[in-house]
């Protein structure tokens, strides 16, 4: 039996290919991270600017803003604007790790564009008034 170094360049493939799609994966997962960090942090700027009514920040304030707890991407290109009671945020990531191997797995989607709108008036705000004589139908 002479196969004593047969595993040893078993594992010379094997590994390689292993920890790639290790390192796929972690980069997955942490892009993913970013991605639902960057959303919840427009909708929190949002909800706080037309909560308390303060003033509309620079660009670079509102992206210093949404740039807080990313792990991996960078916050490049930002926007905020109040038109009556609508406030709407955009914002673009980019990954700050592009390489090839993810280049392969990921092509086009290292570069996420969002965008949301507040709007101040919620349905649970607004209260609907009858007219005189009129019946509640919800009885």
Not at 73 to 98: D, P, Y
Not at 99 to 128: G, H, K
Request: hydrophobic share 40%; net charge negative; with cysteine.
């Amino acid at each position: 039996m002479r196969w004593k170094g047969g595993y040893t360049v078993e594992a010379a493939f094997v590994i390689p290919i292993v920890l790639g799609v290790v390192f796929v994966l972690l980069y997955a997962l942490f892009w993913v991270h970013d991605q639902c960090v960057l959303q919840a942090n427009i909708q929190n700027g949002l909800i706080q600017y037309s909560d308390t009514g303060e003033e509309l920040p620079t660009n670079e304030e509102w992206k210093r803003t949404l740039q807080q707890n990313l792990w991996m991407g960078n916050v490049t290109e930002t926007a905020i604007s109040h038109k009556r009671t609508v406030w709407r945020g955009q914002a673009k990531l980019e990954s700050v790790w592009q390489n090839d191997l993810t280049a392969i797995f990921f092509a086009d989607s290292q570069n996420s564009v969002y965008c949301l709108e507040w709007d101040e008036q919620q349905p649970s705000d607004i209260v609907r008034f009858r007219r005189k004589g009129e019946s509640d139908d919800r009885d």
